[in-house]
């Protein structure tokens, strides 16, 4: 994958002119004390422009590429894919995941680039392990073998979720698919618990728990326990619970199963603001159109491996999303050949 | 090829299959797009149905088959569960093997003997199958009618079919062979015999009929909001029953041994002992109250299937009853979150305490605790024994209480993993709002032992050792659950429900911490010993300080143990959680 600098769905992310690529967060250079930004950093688009403007940092410090983990011989993409594209938001490196003796591991060396600003789509058939590599990213679930590196602000360095796991996790806000919730609370009280986990003032949590509410348009039911909730509004009120630290990255694994098409037109519509502030988002999903809509970058995933990633326009070359995928995960032929009998009677 | 195939719907499904053929790509010519294959395009013709009713012994049949399936996957799912199961039933068949060769000596004794002890065993065992599912929160869910109801199921077949499924399974085994057992002790008399065997057919029916009708009117209970309340009635009712039957026993088992006959023969008019007298009767031509009794059973045990089914037939119509209700009270603001230190281990207090509220699990454990206080109360007697041991118990039963949490947490337990909550936050929180509610609790049972036994001199070494199985034993539950946890039910399922892979061994276990508890309260238990022996004051006042003080450095330690191994382990806690159903 070549640098999307001029592909139309991510405009966002173009480099300031002249900045000649970014600087890298490289943990082996940059200073744990560096002071960071009172103001918010990913105001601008093009956010690492006003960034190295403040750098504390002499500016020729760093190796001219953004990750220093990513291997050449797993990720080749990666290397040309960082010199166009800002830091990186999550870099999974060849994670592994075996459960019990089987065989086959249910995730085998997937590495996946997420670039700082991005709206990521991770697709994959039922089972492809979408659910388990981004359990062993967030934390869930610990990998057999492999790393996952999460980046925060701007000038963060990279952190390893398995090795740092308390600063790491604080960066993210995910959204597990099919846990439960602490459902016997109120669904205002479970966003502020989420909220006072997190150590945050208390104050600050009940303003952004109503703000969240609004947008979540859940004013209604704010005050009702979360297990009388449908299961749209159950996904709505733990994705505000994934929000309220404002992490720089929200992994969300199918946010929008179960959710109206309205709440998921608000959700989405916030969900673009928040990328475009500089947050990044990575979504699973198995609904294509809704990933080709909705995000600019996208991996493919089947059988615990990654059979592409990039941009949306280099992955589907042309083709939509579904033909594409379809042509990478195949199978396509056998669908339903076995179901003759499958009619009314 | 593929129109052929729609066009010849009579045609037998292997020649169908073998129509599609490897290399035989059908649809080519008329649908293009494989992913629309033809037998799934709107046909008019009208093909034999394939569905048709199999009448409820074929259902009774499949359904137990469907138990004998899922006890065999449970069993085979993790050693452990497999080898807990063959303990647990290894005990069960020595106690059976005991009552069998009871039994067998029991034929050789008079008639009357036979009888009276037919009556009284008959009883308990129909006592146990019907009351266990509902006071032990043992109730069997595999054949749980809202996971059938989307199949066309007649409602007699579901109750054949759980009727059936109750044998299978160790409790249904040991009774069919126990019952078998009951038929040798009438070998003093031929007609007797004969007739046992009827009657065991029936003795049996009630125990399991009559175990599914509590579980199927205890299910429909327990969808409702006042579950509590009625589960809380049922057990106080019972335990007040009991306390009488008790204190008899303590005034002396030789008078308990003259009752017996006059018991025997009450019970032998009711549905519990009726028919346990009938060989009894036929053997000394007893012809007409035999007639009464049999009438009695099947009165019974019609009766129970009538409200089996109804029950069966509420809870089928029910089956997504709960998701869809939506009858909580709007709550204004964030309740006990406001009332909390704003960090994390407040924060987990004011959740989990928000739970002891809020969460059957969690209420249905407290309700033990009015139970077991009136069964001590009525127990004590003249000596007040049992009074000094309440509120030891009630201090461990509540410390014991926290084990559950992680488990009862399910993957609702992720959010403490993602936030990142520090694992000793974690384990403290639980903690507070674990002392909040217990302290009141053990505070009143020392208020019940002062009435009773009027101790006011042995107040602070009281104190002081309940502290130290309060404190002390909270430590070490909290170490303990941060690295085992064993199953519970999942949230939003009832309290009686069980879950999957619970076997004797969990209960070793839990029996193995409490010891565990006890003997680290050992120090200050000493000490109230002493001053009671000895009567100086010294000693009692020795006992708070040592049971506080242990308690406290115990507590303090286990949080901080606990903690370290959470953080350490928590990704894991949370895959051994997520997979209790």
């Known amino acids: 994958m070549s640098s999307p600098v001029n592909g139309p769905t991510t405009p966002r992310r173009e480099p300031a002119p002249g900045a000649g690529g970014p600087v890298a967060n490289d943990p082996s250079t940059e200073q744990q004390g560096t002071p960071r930004h009172a103001t918010p950093q990913y105001a601008a688009p093009g956010d690492s422009a006003p960034h190295y403007a403040t750098s504390h940092r002499a500016p020729g410090s760093a190796p001219q590429h953004a990750a220093p983990h990513a291997t050449a011989q797993h990720a080749p993409r990666d290397a040309a894919q960082h010199s166009g594209t800002g830091t990186t938001a999550l870099a999974v490196r060849d994670l592994t995941k075996f459960y019990g ?6 995730a085998d060396h997937v590495n996946l680039t997420v670039p700082r600003g991005s709206f990521y789509g991770l697709v994959g058939r039922n089972g492809a392990g979408k659910t388990t590599t981004l359990s062993m990213a967030t934390g869930l679930l610990r990998p057999s073998a492999g790393s996952v590196l999460v980046g925060g602000g701007s000038r963060d360095e990279l952190l390893d979720v398995w090795r740092d796991p308390v600063t790491a996790k604080r960066r993210m806000g995910v959204l597990p698919d099919g846990a439960h919730l602490f459902d016997r609370l109120t669904g205002r009280q479970l966003v502020t618990y989420s909220g006072l986990l997190r150590g945050m003032d208390r104050d600050l949590v009940a303003q952004r728990t109503e703000d969240l509410i609004v947008a979540m348009d859940l004013q209604d039911a704010a005050g009702r326990q979360v297990q009388d909730y449908s299961a749209g509004m159950t996904k709505k009120i733990a994705l505000a619970a994934a929000m309220i630290h404002a992490p720089s990255l929200l992994v969300l694994d199918e946010p929008f199963e179960s959710v109206d098409p309205v709440s998921a037109a608000n959700i989405r519509s916030l969900l673009h ?14 609904v294509m159109d809704l990933v080709q809509r909705m ?8 059988q615990g491996r990654v059979l592409a990633q990039g941009t949306m326009d280099e992955v589907c070359a042309g083709m939509s999303l579904e033909d594409r995928f379809v042509s990478f995960v195949g199978g396509r032929t056998e669908a339903g050949e076995g179901l003759q009998w499958l009619r009314p009677e | 090829m593929a129109a052929s195939r729609v066009n ?25 797009d494989a992913a629309v294959p033809a037998s799934v395009r709107p046909s008019h013709g009208s093909g034999e149905p394939v569905t048709r009713n199999i009448g409820p012994f074929e259902e009774a049949r499949r359904l137990a088959g469907l138990k ?19 303990l647990g039933g290894l005990y069960a068949l020595f106690i059976v093997g005991m009552a069998l060769t009871a039994l067998f000596a029991l034929g050789s004794e008079a008639l009357e003997t036979v009888i009276i002890a037919s009556v009284l065993v008959g009883s308990l065992l129909l006592m146990g199958w019907w009351l266990v599912p509902l006071v032990s929160s043992k109730a069997d869910s595999t054949l749980d009618p809202s996971r059938l109801a989307l199949f066309p199921l007649s409602t007699t077949g579901l109750v054949a079919g759980q009727v059936v499924g109750a044998v299978i399974g160790i409790p249904g085994v040991l009774t069919v062979i126990a019952l078998l057992g009951w038929l040798f002790s009438w070998r003093g008399s031929t007609t007797a015999l004969v007739a046992a065997i ?10 399991f009929v009559g175990s599914r009708c509590v579980t199927a009117l205890g299910a429909n209970f327990a969808k409702g909001r006042r579950t509590n309340e009625i589960i809380s009635m049922v057990v106080l009712v019972l335990v007040v029953l009991l306390g009488p039957l008790i204190s008899l026993f303590a005034t002396g088992l030789g008078q308990v041994w003259q009752m017996l006959p006059t018991w025997a023969g009450v019970l032998a008019w009711t549905p519990l002992g009726a028919i346990w007298a009938v060989p009894g009767d036929v053997a000394s031509g007893h012809w007409l109250a035999a007639l009464a009794r049999i009438a009695i059973s099947l009165v019974t045990l019609v009766v129970l299937v009538v409200a089996t089914r109804a029950g069966l037939r509420r809870a089928l119509g029910d089956a997504a009853g709960g998701a869809a209700r939506a009858t909580s009270r709007a709550q204004e603001g964030v309740g006990l979150f406001d009332r909390f230190p704003a960090n994390q281990w407040g924060a ?22 009015p139970a077991i206080g009136a069964a001590f109360w009525f127990i004590a007697g003249d000596s007040g024994f049992s009074l000094w041991a309440l509120p030891l118990f009630v201090s461990l039963l509540m410390a014991y ?33 674990m002392l909040i509610v217990a302290v009141p609790l053990v505070l009143l049972s020392i208020v019940l032992w002062l009435v009773g036994v009027q101790r006011w001199d042995a107040l602070p070494a009281m104190v002081g050792v309940c502290a130290g199985i309060l404190l002390g034993g909270a430590g070490v539950v909290s170490v303990v659950s941060a690295r085992y946890t064993y199953p519970t039910p999942p949230p939003g399922a009832s309290p009686m429900k069980t879950p999957q892979g619970f076997t004797i061994l969990n209960l070793v276990v839990q029996f193995v911490i409490m010891g565990l508890m006890a003997l680290l309260a050992l120090p200050a238990g000493i000490l109230l010993i002493v001053y009671l022996v000895t009567g100086a004051a010294l000693w009692g006042w020795l006992a708070l300080v040592v049971g506080i003080v242990e308690g406290l450095v115990l507590l303090w330690i286990g949080v901080r143990m606990g903690g370290k191994w959470l953080d350490a382990r928590g990704p894991e806690l949370l895959q051994e959680v997520a997979a209790y159903r």
């Open chain 2, 68 to 86: 004998w399936r899922i006890l065999i996957n449970t069993l085979t799912r993790s050693t452990w569960i497999l080898v807990g199961t063959i």
């Open chain 2, 198 to 207: 009827p009657c065991a057919i029936i003795g049996a029916l009630l125990a």
């Open chain 2, 8 to 32: 010849d719907p009579h045609e037998s499904p292997a020649s169908r299959h073998l129509d599609t053929a490897p290399g035989d790509v059908p649809g080519q010519d008329v649908a293009p």
């Open chain 2, 348 to 369: 987990v207090a004011a959740r989990c305490l928000t739970y002891w509220r809020k969460d059957p699990r969690y209420s249905a454990s407290l309700l033990m605790i």
């Open chain 2, 401 to 433: 209480a926290i084990s559950a949490d992680v488990s009862y947490d399910n993957t609702a337990f992720s959010l403490h993993v993602l936030a990142p909550v520090s694992g000793r936050a974690d384990r403290l929180g639980r903690v507070v709002a």
């Open chain 1, 295 to 302: 995000c600019d970058h996208v991996a493919v995933m089947d």
């Open chain 1, 101 to 106: 003796q089987s065989g086959r591991p249910a």
């Open chain 1, 273 to 286: 603001q928040y990328t475009n502030s500089g947050g990044t988002v990575v979504v699973s999903s198995h």
